[in-house]
């Protein structure tokens, strides 16, 4: 006696509309991951940037000497030139006051953030930030903003003229 078969599993169709609803929602996924990988990109590279401020700080304090931190594209000498923060930028004690890195007194290097992170600063931390042995800004620097961008987020670092750093983000 025939009867009906009891097969089990899915259709053809049923199986083109499932991988067509998993390929949209992975894709949706795909830029909201996007999106979380931009903003972690500036929050590690503000706080790469004011772990290097703090040390530089506490250097400066521990040693009774000025440290300077500097945009650097070569990891050895301070350049204004070309690009901004986010080049790199270095760390070194000023022992023999002439405001320029040699090699004995260099103590931190930082390559910049990549991944289309820009970092640019405004007036007196445009291009360094001296700290004097008292941990206080020196050299003319008052307040300034090192602001760090990326299309999905902005953290601005405030330096104020007492040394101290906070971040604020937009």
């Not at 000497?65 to 070309?82: E, F, K, M, Y």
């Not at 930082?110 to 445009?126: D, E, H, I, Y």
């Not at 003319?140 to 602001?147: E, L």
Request: charged letters at 15%; a positive charge.
């Amino acid at each position: 006696m025939k009867g009906c078969r009891n097969e089990k599993g899915f259709t053809l169709i049923e199986m083109i509309i499932t991988i067509a609803v998993l390929g949209i929602v992975l894709t949706i996924a795909a830029f909201s991951f996007k999106d979380v990988i931009w903003r972690n990109q500036v929050n590690v590279a503000a706080n790469e940037f004011v772990t290097m401020l703090s040390f530089a700080r506490s250097e400066a304090v521990t040693r009774g000497q000025v440290v300077w931190v500097c945009r650097s594209n070569d990891g050895n000498t301070c350049n204004t030139l070309a690009g901004g923060w986010e080049a790199g930028y270095i760390v070194f004690a000023d022992a023999n006051g002439n405001d320029t890195c040699e090699n004995d007194e260099l103590l931190r290097v930082a390559t910049g953030p990549g991944g289309g992170v820009t970092m640019g600063g405004n007036g007196g931390v445009a291009n360094s930030i001296r700290y004097a042995a008292t941990g206080f800004l020196s050299g003319g620097a008052g307040n300034g903003t090192v602001q760090i961008v990326h299309p999905s987020k902005t953290i601005n670092v405030v330096l104020s003229r007492n040394g101290r750093v906070r971040t604020v983000v937009q």
